[in-house]
């Protein structure tokens, strides 16, 4: 019994234990006891076994005391370590906060414990979820559950930034975990690992508890294996939160009841600029094929332009660097984590020691660009200039969206790269952001979905981009392409 409730989802495991088919500490044993055999993984940084049976009891007894359960009632999950959780360290995968045990909860993960989740631990990512491969945690690689067929065992990046949210949601050591985005965190690692994610309209989630990377950018949402998951947990997530001076003001829609992969009357964007030369053919193929479920599903198929496509990614890395050096300025020695105090040092010795020590490569790279782009002699030329074309490239998907409900595009260039493939070559992994960042830089809500396997055996995902707002376009997309693909590969046990 307990080995097959790894393979349930979340609307299975929550309908399960409602109805009694199995309880909710069944199901948290079965996971924590997957969890703890994948220790080669490296998906998690902090296990919480007991948390996720104490949980589970709270949800028996619930439902031995005949009251309803919650939304994720029973449901033990995986939370990136990029969200505060009480009197559990929370790292964002960094030295420089390594021991800090936060005195309260964040908002998104105290609503999902308060509907019914429970936690299993927290996991791995890239430092400060900066990265697209999760080789710039402090705390080592994730590696993906997947391999190529090629009868090789090079280790495979998971994706990134949420890299353990993936590696964990493939491997069946969770049914779903929380991700952020901030440009294709929730999204690339989705695809990379064939298991959906959706980035919800900026605004949605609030951002209170969750560290800071780019402000402007950053979402929280939820990594599942399936549509109806993504849409249960999404629901759980959002909502209003005076803590958060961005969070929307609006009520949070019905998803899951909401969902319905009949697409006709519906127009489907393809964007012509995302069409580049040199494009890997199993992408191209495997959009294309994209295109046809979604015209099996109803859609009428119309050509759209976003012109400015081409300067997000150079934006993008100019933002998101910028927003980073002011929000990293808080680690400084003196309030979390990390102090390092030579002897005899001062103050400022000592903010620089440990920032010198605390922060990883990358972090650095962020926060030397980031500095850079805001001085006073370059600030007109560089970060000025990316906020235009960030207005011009939401403009774009303002044009668009007068001629189509949603846009389709591949989630990433490539599948899953192998581990080394891309770290020491900055741009080469900035570049694997392409599709991912104007969805970002624009709030809008975009998900991944598995659409197929490549040539090597490899997991493909599709984007759906939708207007502000409209996660369930957007979801609805997302059934009828996964009604379609009828995916259910899945990584064969190595760990
Ligand atoms: N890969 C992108 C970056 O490195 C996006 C990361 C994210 O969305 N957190 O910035």
Redesign the pocket.
Known sequence: MSSDLTELGVAAIRDGVAKGEFTAVEVAEAFNANVAAAAALNAFIVTTPEQALEAAKANDAKRAAGQPLGKMGGVPIGMKDLFATKGVQTTAASHILEGFTPQYESTVSQKLWDAGAGMLGKLNL?QF????SNETSYFGNVISPWRRNDGGNAALAPG??SGGSSAAVAARLAPAATG???????R?PAAFVGISGIKPTYGRCSRWGIVA?ASS??QAGPMARDVRDCAIMLEAMAGFDPKDATSLNLPVPEWEAGLNGDLRGKKVGIPREYRMDGMDADVAASWDRGIEWLKDAGAEIVDVSLPHTKYALPA??II?PAEASSNLARYDGVRYGLRDLPDGAGLQDMYAATRAAGFGAEVKRRILIGTYVLSAGFYDAYYTQAQKVRTLIAQDFKNAFTQCDVILAPTAPTAAFGLGEKSDDPLS??L??VF??PA?LAGLPAMSVPAGLNREGLPLGLQIVGKAFDEQGVLNAGLAIEARAQFSAKPEKWW
């Open positions: 890239d979820a900066m990265g697209s990134g930034s952020t985005d901030t440009g294709g965190s929730i690339q990377f950018l950053d993008y890395y998101a992994m900035y694997n952001d991912a960042v970002s």
